[in-house]
């Protein structure tokens, strides 16, 4: 069960698979005939908010297996964009009720941003702490961290942000199989 917001969705509600188009269906291709089901529950948008409003039924509904979390850039773009900002305590409330409705393994993937517009580096004012929030999470709960983050920012220095994501956010192709390849690498390695 792959779950977040646009970075997971890709149009996965109007992809007769229900996979996307991005690192879910790089997975599930990756995977081959012996993947277990994989299910995309992304939605464009959401917040980490609005992704603990839906998890009930979108999520634990479906009894799953492994659960995988990609959320948390849009707490961070919605202050600089619409002047609504999600405070770290919330994002953590929010990411907490995610985490305790859980019985499985959990994977958690980091929010991450590729600054290539005009006052996007000053974003990272706002993700870093959000980013801890991920990271200390990880640890209490013992789930596997992937962190995009860091490896994405990495792999921007070479190959420039753009290449991975053109607004700094939702990767292009390049970046959604760079993001396959790290959860294969965290999580099946």
Aim: include cysteine.
């Amino acid at each position: 069960m792959f779950a977040g917001d646009s970075v997971t969705d890709c149009g996965r509600r109007t992809d007769p698979a229900g996979l996307g188009d991005g690192y879910v269906r790089n997975l599930y291709d990756d995977l081959g005939e012996n993947r277990p089901t994989i299910v995309n529950a992304g939605i464009s948008g959401n917040r980490a908010v609005d992704l603990a409003a839906r998890w009930a039924t979108d999520v634990v509904a479906h009894d799953p297996a492994l659960v995988s979390i990609l959320i948390g850039i849009n707490d961070t773009w919605r202050r600089y964009d619409e002047n609504d900002p999600t405070t770290p305590e919330s994002f953590e409330s929010s990411y907490r009720s995610l985490l305790d409705a859980l019985s499985c393994p959990v994977v958690l993937m980091e929010p991450f941003l590729l600054p290539v517009k005009d006052g996007q580096p000053e974003w990272r004012e706002d993700l870093e702490p959000k980013l801890a929030v991920v990271r200390k999470l990880a640890v209490e709960y013992g789930a596997i961290l992937v962190p995009t983050d860091v490896e994405l920012t990495k792999l921007a220095a070479s190959v420039g942000p753009a290449a991975l994501a053109g607004d700094g956010v939702h990767p292009s192709a390049t970046g959604h199989r760079a993001l396959a390849d790290l959860w294969r690498q965290y999580v099946l390695d």
